[in-house]
């Protein structure tokens, strides 16, 4: 072997010899085990992951430097990882360097980037063609990550110690391994968007929860906290709070800004702020994305902007009582941002939280201003809203909490919110309300059934957050309940139909299969009746005439052969099905059934959780049927465990290695389990214990299972439910076994 590498050889004439072939297929189990390591990567880890693949490619195919780069909505990018060689320099994680706008806009305009030397490069890319010379860049690859028929990012390669070529099959392979990285990337920021939007209203929620009873002089501590949560959650590079003063100017009450941006000091506004300030006062909402938002007339802010390098900003008045008294700042430094219309209406709110308080703080008129917004806002929510004192009790609710549970304000001063929680959700809502109370989390939130004073229930999303004292001790408890009755009844009425309707699919396949065998075997049955009676009539005869009665015998057995050879064709259509059997991995088709299933578990009020062993062996089955068996099984845990309370219907799916060469599933629910004396006949067809059931699931089950050569079987659960196993043999056992 020589110093050279895998990319360098595969790139040179005559050398397809046993030692690159050897080296060719390292490099294909190398691609397909990166590939394979993003398959199931958790999204904490990705950049570890990412930065892992790039290391290993780095130092199989000798470059430099490596780097994985991420295109962002907002138009700008984002260095994700970058891994070099000792002696050069790797690009910080974050936005990246300006200096490669150029090669960035050609990469995001879908163009492979092979530059073999700076000759490649047009005269247009000058920062790109400086760095280059700056740092010592030989050649470089970069090339366009495609997700959807969309670019996300890129993948990048240079050389400092050497020109290197860029073959095609060599870049078609990073591509993909490439790609498989973007996959995961987008994967993680669809599965982190619904996530990031929940955890945004909850950070809204405990930022206003938190000013509730704020002291004067914890204000300016609590608004600069605020602020940086929600400039650190937004991405914004710096946050400012103003407040109106009396004599028509303003002061900087709190200034926030990350590493490297200056923030402004506290006191009065600076002079340059003159026009901005007077557009803010006026009620104006400051949306700016770029310089060319400014009118003409805004020199000096034109002029700030251009200095201090602010590349979009924000700024929303706060009103309290009807009078602007300041107003909320962000501006961003590192790229152009939009500014949503509901992003704004949500700062505004947490905005005048904080200016509310401020108000209380200055003045006695202001405080008594202040409560009744707070009381119109109140009242006129269409949310239910309660607060409740350290026993539970109700200490105020508005006219939607009270008109959605049908008591006066009075009467659920007297209540509790397990009062109203029906019995079967009342023991879970009281332990994670005690979690709340001993501050082993800051919020609850939940859906569950609440009695109305007439008897009637109805459904409520429920969010419930402390408000705590200095010593961190729970003052009093704010809820929000949302009525999903209606919502609630449509997702249930559509499971009944659903049910309903599969119900009467498998009972008209049924009718079907019924009316078949009833043909299939009526016709000899008919034929023996009609032999045996001829026969009588030839043995009552006088003298019985034995020989045409035994000719009518010989048909009889003709005729039941005849029939025992239907049934054995009707048994063997269900039995010897093999042309749709394929080797398949049983994890996979587990979490399939579990992810279809999600939205019905999930209605039942049932808490799944898989134990999957990993390098299990393939098995060979027809992946429908297998889907069958374990849907169904599936299925009949979540009904069984129908009377089981809530918090308590717990379904484990495991997947295990028996003996040698063999895969067990099993499937566990907390229902009431199997009753002894019904155990030797779950399995047989027509045998249920459903009001409604046919008894032909698990019959059909075991058949399924045992074409492929395996077993299924039942036992019981301790303390209680039951566990249904499928052992079914690898793809390997069942070849030997045919074989």
């Given amino acids: 072997m020589t110093d050279e590498t895998y990319a360098e050889r595969t790139a040179t ?49 000798g470059f ?82 495609r997700v959807g028929g969309r670019v996300v990012g890129l993948i990048n390669f240079s050389a400092f110690r050497s020109t290197r070529d860029w073959p095609d099959d060599l870049i078609a392979r990073l591509k993909i391994v490439g790609e498989v990285m973007a996959q995961a990337l987008v994967r993680r920021r669809s599965a982190t968007s619904l996530d990031e939007l929940l955890t945004f209203e909850r950070l809204l929620a405990d930022l206003s929860a938190s000013f509730a ?31 109106f003063t009396a004599d028509g100017w303003a002061t900087i009450l709190c200034s926030v800004s990350r590493d490297g941006v ?53 700024g929303i008045p706060l009103r309290v009582g009807g009078r602007i008294v300041g107003f909320i700042n962000f501006s961003a430094f590192r790229s152009t941002r939009e500014w949503p219309d509901d992003l704004i209406s949500r700062l505004k709110i947490v905005g005048e939280v904080m200016a509310q308080a401020l108000v209380r703080k200055r003045s006695d008129a202001a405080l008594q201003a202040s409560e009744e917004l707070w009381r119109s806002m109140f009242e006129a929510s269409n949310l239910g809203i309660a607060v409740l004192d350290q026993r539970l009790h109700y200490v105020a609710t508005n006219s ?83 009525d999903v009755t209606d919502s609630k009844r449509a997702q249930d009425a559509l499971r009944e139909a659903q049910s309903t309707l599969a119900r009467v699919t498998r009972l008209t396949t049924m009718h079907e299969v019924t009316a078949s065998i009833a043909h299939e075997v009526n016709q000899p049955l008919a034929a023996i009746v009609a032999n045996g009676n001829a026969a009588v009539r030839w043995l009552r005869r006088t003298p019985p005439d034995v020989a045409e009665a035994a000719e009518n015998v010989n048909q009889i057995i003709s005729d039941g052969h005849r029939a025992s050879r239907i049934v054995a064709s009707i048994r063997g259509m269900f039995n010897k099905d093999e042309r749709a059997k394929v080797s398949l991995d049983v994890n996979e088709i587990i ?72 895969v067990i599933i099993a499937v566990e629910d907390s229902g009431p389990g199997i009753d002894p004396k019904d155990a030797d006949r779950i399995f047989d067809a027509f045998f249920t214990t459903k009001p409604q059931g046919m ?19 039942a036992s019981a659960r301790r303390p209680h439910g039951s566990i249904f196993y499928v052992t079914l043999p690898s793809a390997a056992a069942l070849i030997a076994r045919s074989g």
């Fill in 13 to 61: 004439t005559g050398r397809a010899t046993a030692a690159s072939l050897e080296e060719l297929l390292t490099f294909e189990r190398l691609l397909a085990d990166l590939s394979a390591s993003f398959a199931n990567v958790s999204g904490d880890q990705l950049e570890t992951e990412i930065e892992s693949s790039l290391r290993q490619l780095q130092a199989f195919l």
């Fill in 64 to 145: 430099d430097r490596s780097n994985f780069v991420e295109f962002t909505a907002d138009g700008s990018a984002t260095v994700l990882c970058s891994v070099a060689a000792q002696g050069v320099e790797r690009y910080q994680p974050g936005p990246a360097p300006a200096f490669l706008s150029w090669y960035l806009g050609q990469v995001r305009a879908g163009k492979i980037m092979k530059v073999r030397s700076l000759d490649d490069l047009p005269p247009e890319a000058i920062e790109q063609m400086e760095y280059r010379r700056r740092s010592g860049i030989r050649s470089s690859l970069g090339i366009p990550l």
């Fill in 213 to 243: 009873n704020v002291s004067g002089d914890q204000l300016e501590a609590e608004i600069e906290s605020a602020l940086r949560q929600l400039q650190t959650f937004l991405g914004f590079d710096r946050s400012n709070f103003f407040e």
């Fill in 262 to 314: 200056e923030g402004y000091s506290t006191g009065p506004a600076p002079d340059f702020l003159r026009w901005y300030l007077a557009q803010v006062r006026s009620g104006k909402v400051m949306q700016l994305r770029s310089l060319d938002d400014l009118p003409p007339d805004a020199t000096e802010a034109i002029e700030y902007r251009r200095r201090s390098g602010i590349r979009s900003s924000l």
């Fill in 400 to 482: 939607a909490f009270q008109t959605m549970l049908g008591f006066a304000g009075d009467e659920l001063q007297k209540l509790t919110p397990l009062d109203l929680i029906v019995e079967d959700d009342r023991e879970a809502a009281a332990m994670r309300i005690a979690e709340l109370q001993q501050g082993e989390r800051h919020h609850h939130d939940d859906i569950k059934q609440y009695r109305r004073k007439d008897g009637t229930v109805v459904w409520g999303h429920g969010y419930l957050s402390a408000v705590r004292d200095a010593g961190s001790r729970p003052k009093m408890l704010i809820g929000t309940v949302i």
């Fill in 591 to 662: 979490q399939e059934v579990v992810e279809l299933l999600h939205g019905e578990l999930n209605g039942r009020r049932v808490s799944v959780r898989t134990e999957l062993s990993r390098d299990l062996p393939q098995i060979s089955a027809d992946r429908v049927q297998l889907q069958q068996v374990i849907l169904n099984l599936v299925m009949n845990a979540g009904e069984a465990m129908t009377t089981t309370p809530d918090g308590a219907r717990a379904l484990n799916i495991n997947s295990k290695l028996g003996q040698p060469d063999e």
């Fill in 695 to 713: 008894g032909m699931g698990l019959s059909i089950c075991r058949s399924i299972v045992e074409s492929h050569g395996g077993r299924l079987s």
